[in-house]
C-alpha cells in the first residue's frame, strides 16, 4: 500500500502539466530520481517523466534505498539506474560530493541576495528618506560576482547540506577598506558553527591579486552567509569580488557536468583543463583542436579560433638593447607578445630593422653606471649627477638622498613591474611595463583586462612628522605621466604602509595630457607606491570579451620620479652642514637648533618651538606651537596637563589616561547592529591605539592606529556574546580622527576648525570651557581636507570622579559630515584652580580667647591641593576698621537725622502759633470779647518815651531759639499778645 501511494504521487506530479499532450510516455521518457529521505534513514528510487513531453505511460516500479548519504569520489557519479557510482566520460568533470560556482552571468540555483539599508546617525545621507539598494547588491558580472557597498549591506545566501564532513572554498579579492566583508557560517537552527568566528572576517588583499578562504563543514543543513557593508555614502571603486565557491561533502552527483567551451577532460576527471595558446575547445570536448597557424590564432582557453589580422605598426614596438662594456646601445624593434598578427598578407607591415649604434643615455642623478648591473646608486656618503663618475662631497657638506628617475634604459633599482587580470589569461609576460628610453609605458600585446601595476619600495625617509599649523613634509614624491586612451581607460597612483593599508591617493580617467603631480609625504614611515594602469573599468574587466585585445594602442607613460629625503638612495647634490670637531664628517645640531646660513654652526631656537627638518637651515625652521602648547624637547608641540590659558591654571593630571568612549547604537534595516568606539588622549605625550583585529589585516598581520584620537567600527559578535573581551574580537574599520593637537583654547573657532554650536552654549562668564583641536591631514576620498576633532572640557564640580563623554544630540555618532567630530567632557577637573583672591574666608566663634578661620573655593573653580587649611588666630575686641567706618557713619547719620527732625518740629509750632493768631484776630470782628482801646494815641508831657530797638535776629539755628520768646495766655481758649505795662500806663 505504501509503494502504490509512492507511486501516485510521482505520477501526479507531472500529470498536470502534460494534460494538454497527446504522446503517451514510453519507457525512455523516464528517469530516475530520489525522494526525501524518510525518518527510517531510507529514501525511494521513482521513476518520473520529463516535464511537458508525454503523459500516460507505465513508469518502472520504485526501489528502496536504504542509505541516504550515497556520495562519490571525485571523476565519479551516482548512476541512478544501477545504483553505483560510476566514471566520467570523457569531456566531462565531477567533484564526486562537491559543488563549484565559477560562472557568474546569472545567479546559480541554490543562491539568494538580498539588500539592506544601513539606518546611521553617522551619516546624513542615510538619515533622509528611503535608499535604493538594488545597485549596491551582489551582482553578477561574467567571470566574478561583485559587491561595491555603498550605503547598504548586502547579504549573498547559499543553503546546503552535507551528507559527510566537507569544506567551503572561496577565492575572493578585497581592497578597499571602506567595505566590510564579513563571511558567516550557520546550521540549521540558525546557530553559528564552532569555529565559524575563526573564519568570520577575511583579510585585506592587494589589488589585483586572489585569495582562497576555506572552512570545514560539518554533515547537516549548513546555510553559509558571504556579507558587505559599506561604511561610506558612495560606491567603492574596488568592490569586494568573488571568482568562485566550491563545497565538497554534499550528495551524490547523478551526472557529469560538461566541460566548459575552451577547456577539455578525459575519462573519470574531477576538474577540466584549459587548452594552450592556437589551440580551441568547444563546450564538453575530451581534446582541444588547432587552429590554422597561418591564418588563424586563439588565446588561451579559447572556444573557437580567431583569424590573423594584418600587422601594422601598433603590433611592435621599440625598445633600447642592454648598454654593452662601451657603453653604447642601439634602438630594437619587437613584435608584441603573443604575435596574432600576419606578416604574409597585403598591406601588413614588416618588422623595422634595427638602430644604429648610439652612447647609452646617462644614468640617473645619485647613480654611476657599472658593467653587469648597468647603473647603480653611488656608495655611502658620494653624489653624482648621473653622467659624471660618484665622487664624496666636500667637507662641511651632506649628501642629499633620494630616488631621482628620468632615464628607462633598463628597471631602476627599487622598482618592480607585475601583470594580472582576472583569470591569469590576459598576461602574455609577468612585466606589465617596459622601458623606453626617455620613459616608462605599460605593456604591449596584454589583454584588456590587464591590471598592470608599477611598484617602487621606499625603506624610510628622513623627516619626522609633526603639526605645527601645517603638516610638516617628511618627504615627497612627483612624477610626470601621460595617458593615451581611447577607452576609458584607468589610471591610478597608490600609497601602502607598514601602519596603513593600501590607499589610492588620485585617479585619472581617460585620456589624459603630460602632467605632472605631486604628493606631500607627512608620515615617517616604509612605503611602497604603486601605478597601476588598466584599459578598460572593473565592472568591464571581468567579462570575457574583455580577454580580446580590443585597445592595443591604449598605453600609460611615466617620464620621471622622483622622490625627496629618502634614508637610501643616491644623491646628486650635497648640503652644507656642521662640521664635526675631528674635521672628518658632518654633526646634527641637537634638538631645538638650526643651522646658520653663514657660518653653519649649531644655534638654539626660541622656547616652545619645535624643529622637523633633518637639516634645519635658518631661524624658518623653528616653528612656533599652537596656543596652549608647549615643546619640551622641541621636537614635538604637546599640551602639559598642568596648564595655563587666559592668565588661568588647569590641572588635568587626573584624568591624562586614555578615555574610551562608546557611541550610540546603529541598525541594519533588518536589525543587525553596529556601533563605533572612540578613544580619547587629553594632555601629556600620550597616545591612544584603535586595533583592527578582523577585518583590516593583510597577509596574516595585526594593524593598529596610532594617534591622538581615533575610531573603530564595533560589529558585535553572536547573541549573548558581550563584553570587552568580545569586543575587542570584532573590532575593525579603524581610522584616526586626530593625529595632531594643535590648540588649547577658550575660543570657540581655531585654523577653520570650529567648535559645533551646541556646545559652545555652555559657556558662561565665570566659566570658561577649554577646546581641545585635533586634525588629521591626510585626505582620503569622503574627506578631501582631513579630518578634524573638537573636544570641549566643560567645568562641572557636580561630576564625580573622570566627569562624563558626551555626544552632540544632533549628530548622535559624533559627527555631522563623517569628517568634523565633537565631544563634550563634562568634569570637575575642567574647572580652573581657584586662586588666593577667589578664596572665601570663614571665622569661627571665638572659644578661649581663639577662633577658627577656614577657606572656602566658591562654585566657579576648583580648589587647588595647595588649599590652606583652617587655623586658630587670637580673638580681638576691636572691630575691623571697615566695620569701625561703618558703625561711625550710622551713628553719625542717625544724629543728623534727629536734628533735622528736631528742627521741622520747631518749624511746625512757629507756623502753628501763626495760625492761631491769625485765627483770634479774625474772631474778635466777629463779636468775640475784644480790650478796651486806648484812650489817645499821643504821649502826654513829660513821659518818657519807651523806645525798643529791634536788633536783626542772628541766622543761627540757637539764636533763634534765644531770642524767640512766646508767651501762651488762656483766655477764653484763645491765645492773647502778653503786653508790658508801666506806671503811666492807664488802666481801663
Known amino acids: 500500500m505504501k509503494v502504490l501511494l509512492i507511486l501516485v504521487i510521482a505520477t501526479l506530479k507531472f500529470k498536470s502539466e502534460a494534460d494538454a499532450l497527446n504522446k503517451t510516455c514510453q519507457p525512455e521518457d523516464f528517469h530516475y530520481e530520489f525522494t526525501e529521505c524518510d525518518d527510517e534513514g531510507g529514501r525511494w528510487r521513482v521513476s518520473v517523466p520529463t516535464p511537458n513531453t508525454c503523459t500516460g505511460g507505465v513508469p518502472n516500479p520504485p526501489t528502496r534505498v536504504e542509505e541516504c548519504s550515497v556520495s562519490c569520489a571525485p571523476g565519479w557519479f551516482f548512476n541512478l539506474s544501477k545504483l553505483e557510482c560510476a566514471l566520467c566520460p570523457s569531456g566531462t568533470y565531477s567533484l564526486g ?52 557597498g555603498g550605503p547598504c549591506a548586502a547579504v549573498l545566501v547559499y543553503t546546503v547540506k552535507l551528507v559527510k564532513p566537507g569544506a567551503v572554498h572561496y577565492t575572493y579579492q578585497y581592497t578597499n577598506e571602506e567595505i566590510i566583508f564579513e563571511f558567516q557560517a550557520q546550521d540549521e537552527e540558525c546557530q553559528s558553527i564552532d569555529d565559524a568566528d575563526n573564519y568570520k572576517w577575511p583579510p585585506l588583499t592587494r589589488e589585483g591579486q586572489w585569495q582562497t578562504r576555506s572552512m570545514e563543514l560539518k554533515p547537516g543543513l549548513n546555510v553559509l552567509h558571504w556579507k558587505t557593508i559599506g561604511m561610506e555614502a558612495h560606491g567603492s ?181 607585475t601583470c594580472m587580470t582576472a583569470d591569469v589569461l590576459g598576461c602574455s609576460t609577468s612585466d606589465g611595463w617596459q622601458v623606453a628610453g626617455d620613459h616608462i609605458q605599460s605593456g604591449q600585446g596584454l589583454a584588456d583586462d590587464a ?38 581607460c584607468v589610471f591610478a597612483f597608490m600609497e601602502a604602509s ?90 646634527p645640531c641637537p634638538a631645538g637648533h638650526y643651522i646658520e646660513n653663514n657660518t653653519t654652526e649649531c644655534t638654539h631656537c626660541p622656547p616652545d618651538t619645535v624643529v622637523t627638518d633633518p637639516l634645519p637651515y635658518g631661524r624658518q625652521s623653528c616653528l612656533p606651537c599652537g596656543p596652549g602648547l608647549t615643546a619640551p624637547d622641541h621636537l ?33 534595516s533588518s536589525g543587525a547592529k553596529f556601533f563605533h568606539m572612540f578613544n580619547i588622549s587629553l594632555c601629556g605625550n600620550t597616545s591612544v591605539s584603535c586595533a583592527n583585529n578582523v577585518s583590516y589585516n593583510m597577509e596574516g598581520e595585526v594593524t593598529t592606529v596610532i594617534s591622538r584620537v581615533c575610531r573603530s567600527t564595533i560589529v558585535p559578535g553572536l547573541e549573548g556574546m558581550s563584553g570587552p573581551k568580545r569586543i575587542g574580537a570584532v573590532a575593525t574599520q579603524s581610522v584616526t580622527l586626530g593625529d595632531h593637537l594643535v590648540a588649547v583654547t577658550t575660543n570657540t573657532t581655531v585654523m577653520d576648525i570650529t567648535v559645533i554650536e551646541e556646545f559652545q552654549q555652555q559657556n558662561n562668564s565665570n566659566r570658561k570651557d577649554l577646546h581641545f583641536y585635533y586634525t588629521t591631514p591626510l585626505s582620503t576620498h569622503a574627506c578631501p581636507k582631513g579630518r578634524s576633532t573638537t573636544v570641549t572640557l566643560h567645568c562641572d564640580p557636580d561630576e564625580s ?88 557713619g550710622t551713628v553719625s547719620m542717625a544724629l543728623m537725622l534727629c536734628l533735622l527732625l528736631f528742627c521741622l518740629w520747631k518749624k511746625n509750632q512757629r507756623l502753628e502759633y501763626r495760625y492761631m493768631k491769625l485765627v483770634a484776630s479774625t474772631s474778635s470782628k466777629d463779636g468775640i470779647m475784644e480790650l478796651p482801646p486806648a484812650e489817645s494815641c499821643a504821649l502826654d508831657y513829660g513821659e518818657e518815651e519807651e523806645v525798643q530797638l529791634a536788633k536783626n535776629p542772628s541766622r543761627g539755628i540757637l539764636s533763634k531759639l534765644k531770642h524767640h520768646r512766646i508767651a501762651p495766655t488762656e483766655g477764653r481758649g484763645l491765645l492773647v499778645k502778653s503786653m508790658t505795662h508801666t506806671s503811666k500806663d492807664p488802666l481801663t
Not at 269 to 277: F, I, L, N, P, V
Not at 516 to 534: C, K, M, P
Not at 556 to 566: D, E, G, L, P, W
Request: hydrophobic share 30%; proline share 8%.
Open 97 to 148: 560530493g562537491g559543488v563549484l560556482f565559477d560562472s557568474w552571468t546569472s545567479l546559480p540555483r541554490g543562491f539568494s541576495t538580498y539588500t539592506e539599508a544601513v539606518r546611521s546617525a553617522f551619516a546624513p545621507w542615510r538619515r533622509h528618506g528611503d535608499l535604493d539598494c538594488n545597485e549596491n547588491g551582489w551582482q553578477g558580472k561574467g567571470d566574478v560576482l561583485a559587491s561595491k
Open 451 to 488: 591590471y598592470l601595476v608599477l611598484s617602487l619600495k621606499v625603506d624610510g625617509l628622513r623627516g619626522r612628522e609633526g603639526f605645527v599649523g601645517r603638516p610638516m613634509e617628511v618627504g615627497r614624491i612627483s612624477f610626470t605621466f601621460e595617458l593615451s586612451c581611447v577607452s576609458e
Open 237 to 417: 571603486s574596488r568592490p569586494v569580488l568573488i571568482k568562485s565557491i566550491q563545497i565538497s561533502g554534499v550528495a551524490h552527483s547523478s551526472e557529469c557536468s560538461p566541460c566548459p567551451a575552451g577547456t577539455f577532460s578525459g575519462s573519470g576527471a574531477h576538474e577540466c583543463t584549459e587548452c594552450e595558446e592556437g589551440y580551441y575547445a568547444p563546450q564538453g570536448s575530451s581534446a582541444c583542436l588547432p587552429c590554422d597557424p597561418i591564418s588563424h590564432y586563439a588565446p588561451k582557453g579559447s572556444a573557437f579560433c580567431l583569424e590573423r589580422p594584418p600587422c601594422t605598426s601598433q603590433d611592435y614596438y621599440e625598445t633600447d638593447s642592454a648598454c654593452d662594456e662601451k657603453n653604447q646601445t642601439r634602438a630594437v624593434y619587437k613584435w608584441v607578445e603573443p604575435q596574432v598578427c600576419r606578416e604574409q598578407v597585403k598591406g601588413s607591415v614588416s618588422l623595422p630593422p634595427s638602430g644604429e649604434v648610439k652612447t647609452c643615455p646617462p644614468c640617473n642623478p645619485g647613480m654611476h653606471y657599472t658593467t653587469g648591473p648597468g647603473c647603480v646608486f653611488c656608495p655611502r656618503d658620494q653624489h653624482s649627477d648621473g653622467v659624471s663618475p660618484c665622487k664624496p662631497c666636500p667637507p662641511s657638506t651632506a649628501p642629499n638622498y633620494g630616488y631621482q628617475y628620468q632615464w628607462w634604459s633598463s628597471l631602476p633599482p627599487k622598482m618592480t613591474a
Open 801 to 888: 570622579g573622570d566627569g562624563k563623554v558626551t555626544l552632540p544630540q544632533q549628530c548622535p555618532d559624533g559627527t555631522c559630515d563623517g569628517c568634523n567630530f565633537h565631544f563634550l567632557w563634562s568634569s570637575a577637573f575642567g574647572c580652573h584652580e581657584c586662586s588666593k583672591d577667589d578664596l572665601i574666608v570663614v571665622r569661627g566663634e571665638c572659644v578661649a580667647g581663639q577662633q577658627k578661620v577656614h577657606y572656602i573655593a566658591p562654585k566657579n573653580c576648583r580648589a587647588p591641593d595647595g588649599l590652606p587649611q583652617g587655623h586658630s588666630v587670637p580673638c580681638t575686641t576691636r572691630l575691623p576698621f571697615l566695620i569701625e567706618v561703618i558703625v561711625l
Open 498 to 587: 607598514a601602519s596603513k593599508g593600501l590607499t589610492v591617493l588620485e585617479k585619472w580617467t581617460g585620456a589624459q595630457p603630460r602632467q605632472h603631480y605631486s604628493y606631500l609625504v607627512t608620515r615617517n614611515d616604509s612605503y611602497t607606491f604603486s601605478w597601476a594602469f588598466q584599459k578598460v573599468s572593473w565592472d568591464k574587466s571581468y567579462k570575457k570579451q574583455g580577454l580580446l585585445r580590443m585597445f592595443k594602442a591604449d598605453m600609460a607613460k611615466v617620464f620621471s620620479i622622483n622622490v625627496t629625503n629618502t634614508i637610501d638612495g643616491g644623491a646628486s647634490s650635497c648640503l652644507p652642514c656642521p662640521q664635526a670637531p675631528s674635521a672628518v664628517g658632518c654633526i
Open 636 to 668: 614635538t608641540c604637546i599640551v602639559e596637563c598642568r596648564l595655563t590659558v587666559d592668565n588661568r591654571t588647569y590641572d588635568l593630571t587626573s584624568i591624562r589616561k586614555a578615555r574610551v568612549m562608546m557611541g550610540n547604537t546603529l541598525f541594519t
